[in-house]
């Protein structure tokens, strides 16, 4: 075979590679990064549940100390 064919051979073989390693590289970070937001995202809505639950029961102390101060 002659060197050109050789080389060029070479050459296709070094660009698969690298293309198959930077895409799972990629595709790990990428992968990462969405973990690591979903991790926030439970966050907020955990943070949303909560809030949620507290304004109800504002407006049943609310409710209840008008009651009292009806009465008193």
Known sequence: MDNTVIV?????????ISGIVSAII????????IGQLEKKVDK????IER???CEGEIDTIQHDI??????A
């Open 8 to 16: 060029s051979l070479i050459a296709l073989a070094g660009t698969i």
């Open 26 to 33: 990629s595709n790990s970070l990428t992968k990462y990064r």
């Open 44 to 47: 907020h809505n955990s943070l």
């Open 51 to 53: 809030m949620y639950k």
């Open 66 to 71: 008008k009651n009292l101060q009806k009465g």
